[in-house]
C-alpha cells in the first residue's frame, strides 16, 4: 500500500514525470543564466548602472532564497501539482511583464516576482522527484539528470539569449522564458501525479516574516555597501540588523510548534554538510558569471551571441559531471565526490584569478571547465544527502531547504562578489586624472565608463578622444583587477567548504535502528540518512 504521502494518479508515466520535472528546473535555471547574458545590454539600452544590475539579478534570487521554505511547505500541504502549476502561470507573467519594462526599477519589480515563481516551483520539481522515484537507485539516476537539466540551462540560456539580442530587442529573452514556461505547464498538466503531506501543518508566517526580513536586510546591506563604505557606520548596522533578524528567525523555528524550517534537520551533519556544500558551489558560481559575461562583452569585445557560445565550456562539464557525480557518489561515497568538486571549483577560480585582456580564450575554456566540472561534481551528490534525511511526506521541506541552500548561496554570491569587484574597480581608477564629465560614468560602471569614453571625442574633440581612450584603458584595467579579487574570494570560500566536507559529510548514509513495524512502512519511503536521524 502506498504511503499517505503520495497521491499519484495512476498508472504514472515516470520518463515522462522526469522529463516534466528537468523542464521546469530548465526554465528556473535559464531564468537566471539568460538574464546574466543581457548584463552588458541593460547597461545601453536601459542606462543600468553596476548597482542597478545586482539589484535586478538579485532580486529573483532574493525573492527565490527567502520563498522557497514557504513554498515548500505549502506543496506538502496543499499539493504538489497545484503548486507547480501556479507557479509556472506566474513565471509566465512576469517574464512577458519583464520583456516590457521601461527602466532598471520595473525591470527589477518583475524580476522579484519571477523569483516569487520559482520560489514555488523549483521545490516541487525536487519533492515530485522523491515521491515517484523511492528506490535509491533510481532515485540517485533521477537526480543525475535533474541535475543536468542546470547544464543544459546554463548552456541554453546565454546562446539562446545572445542570439535573440543580436536579432530583437532585449526583452525577447523574456518572452523566450516565459513560452518556455507555458510548455512546462502543459506538460506538468497532462503528466504530473500529486502528492503531499497528509500532517498539512499550518504556515509559519512569523518565520516566513524573520526570513524574508532577514535575508533581504543581509543582501541590501551588501549591495549598498561599495556607495556607503564597508566599514561605515550605516553599513556596520545593517550588518548587525541582519545578524539579530537571523537569531530571532532560529530562536523562533526552534520553538514552534510547526516550523517553516526544521533546524533540528541540521543537527545531522549529513545533511548540514552537505547544505553547507552546495551554498558555497553556488555562491563561487552565481557570482563569477555575473563578472564574466561582462569580461566578456566589455573587455574582449564579444558580442552576445559569441559571449553565449564561449560560454559552452562551463555548461557542457556541468552536464557530465553531474550525471558522472551520482554514479561516483553511490560507488565511492559522496564525501569524496562532493569534496573533488569543491576542490575543482577552488581550481578553478585560483587560475581565472590571473585573467588579463590578452589572455588566450583556450585558457579561459580549460577554467571554466574545471568550474562546471566542480558544480556538477558538488550539487547532485549533495542534494541526494539533503533529500535521503527526509521522508517522502516531508520532501517539500526537504527540497525547500535544498533550493534555498542553492540560492541563498547565489544571492550573497552576487552580492559580494560583485559588490567586492566594485569597490576594487573603484579603488584603482584615478578619478582626479579624468576630467569632470567623465568621472561619475566612470564610477557607475564599466559599461557606462566605456560609452563615455566614446563619446568624449564626439563631444571634447581630439583632447576629448584621448582622454577618452585613457579611460577605456583604465576602466578596463581596473574591472579585471576586480575580477581576479572576485574569484579569489569564490576559491577561498570553496577552499573552505572542501575542508569542511571531508570533516563532516559521511561517505554513504546508513539506515538507523527501526522496529519492525517501521521497517515495513518504510520500503515506501525514502531510505533515511544516518543513526543520528529522528523522525
Known amino acids: 500500500m502506498p504511503s499517505l504521502g503520495r497521491v499519484l494518479d495512476a498508472p504514472v508515466n515516470k520518463a515522462a514525470v522526469l522529463a516534466t520535472l528537468c523542464l521546469a528546473v530548465f526554465v528556473v535555471n535559464v531564468s537566471t543564466t539568460i538574464v546574466n547574458i543581457a548584463l552588458p545590454t541593460l ?12 539589484w535586478i539579478v538579485d532580486a529573483f534570487n532574493l525573492a527565490f532564497a527567502a520563498l522557497v521554505l514557504a513554498g515548500g511547505s505549502l506543496s506538502d500541504r496543499f499539493g504538489r501539482r497545484p503548486l507547480m502549476l501556479l507557479g509556472l502561470v506566474i513565471f509566465v507573467v512576469a517574464s512577458v511583464g519583464g520583456a516590457f519594462s521601461s527602466g532598471p526599477n520595473s525591470l527589477t519589480a518583475w524580476r522579484a516576482l519571477a523569483g516569487v515563481a520559482a520560489a514555488v516551483v523549483y521545490p516541487v520539481t525536487l519533492s515530485i522527484l522523491a515521491n515517484v522515484f523511492t528506490e535509491r537507485s533510481e532515485r540517485v539516476k533521477a537526480l543525475g539528470l535533474w541535475g543536468a537539466a542546470t547544464g543544459v540551462a546554463v548552456a541554453t540560456g546565454p546562446v539562446v539569449g545572445g542570439a535573440l539580442l543580436e536579432s530583437f530587442w532585449w526583452g525577447s529573452i523574456l518572452v523566450f522564458n516565459g513560452a518556455a514556461a507555458a510548455v512546462a505547464f502543459l506538460f506538468a498538466a497532462r503528466y504530473v501525479p500529486n502528492s503531499r503531506d497528509p500532517a498539512t501543518p499550518p504556515l ?5 516574516g524573520l526570513s524574508i526580513a532577514a535575508l533581504g536586510t543581509l543582501v541590501y546591506s551588501i549591495i549598498e555597501a561599495p556607495d556607503r563604505g564597508w566599514g561605515s557606520g550605516t553599513t556596520l548596522v545593517s550588518f548587525a540588523v541582519a545578524g539579530v533578524l537571523m537569531t530571532l528567525f532560529v530562536l523562533h523555528e526552534i520553538r514552534v510548534e510547526h516550523p517553516m524550517l526544521d533546524v533540528r534537520l541540521f543537527a545531522n551533519m549529513r545533511f548540514t554538510a552537505a547544505s553547507g556544500a552546495v551554498t558555497s558551489a553556488f555562491f563561487a558560481l552565481f557570482g563569477f558569471i555575473f563578472l564574466v559575461t561582462q569580461y566578456f562583452q566589455f573587455v574582449r569585445g564579444y558580442g552576445a551571441l559569441e559571449t553565449g557560445l564561449r560560454m559552452l565550456p562551463v555548461a557542457g562539464s556541468i552536464a557530465v559531471a ?16 562532493v569534496a573533488l568538486g569543491l576542490l575543482s571549483l577552488t581550481a578553478a577560480f585560483g587560475w581565472a584569478s590571473t585573467l588579463s585582456d590578452g589572455i588566450s580564450y583556450w585558457t ?4 571554466m571547465v574545471l568550474l562546471g566540472a566542480g558544480i556538477g561534481l558538488t550539487s547532485t551528490p549533495a542534494t541526494e544527502a539533503i533529500m535521503g534525511v527526509v521522508s ?8 525547500a531547504v535544498n533550493d534555498a541552500t542553492r540560492e541563498l548561496g547565489g544571492t550573497l554570491g552576487v552580492a559580494v562578489i560583485g559588490s567586492v ?3 576594487v574597480y573603484r579603488d ?20 557606462a565608463a566605456l560609452t563615455a569614453a566614446q563619446r568624449a571625442g564626439e563631444l571634447f574633440g581630439s583632447a576629448g578622444a584621448q582622454a577618452g581612450a585613457r579611460l577605456a584603458d583604465a576602466a578596463q584595467a581596473s574591472f579585471i583587477d576586480g575580477l581576479a579579487i572576485g574569484c579569489m574570494v569564490a576559491g577561498a570560500v570553496t577552499a573552505v567548504a572542501a575542508v569542511l566536507t571531508l570533516i563532516y559529510l559521511p561517505a554513504h548514509p546508513t539506515a538507523p535502528d527501526v522496529d519492525p513495524a517501521e521497517a515495513e512502512a518504510s520500503k515506501t519511503h525514502v531510505p533515511t540518512a544516518d543513526p543520528t536521524e529522528t523522525r
Open 43 to 54: 547597461v545601453t539600452e536601459l542606462g543600468a548602472s553596476t548597482r542597478d544590475l545586482l
Open 204 to 208: 509559519d508566517y512569523p518565520g516566513l
Open 322 to 337: 553531474a550525471l558522472v557525480g551520482a554514479r561516483l557518489a553511490v560507488a565511492i561515497g559522496s564525501k569524496v565526490v
Open 364 to 367: 579561459i575554456a580549460g577554467q
Open 392 to 399: 517522502p511526506d516531508k520532501a517539500g521541506m526537504g527540497s
Open 421 to 423: 569587484a566594485l569597490s
Open 428 to 447: 584603482h581608477l584615478d578619478f582626479d586624472a579624468m576630467p569632470e564629465p567623465l568621472r561619475e560614468p566612470a564610477r557607475e560602471s564599466l559599461g
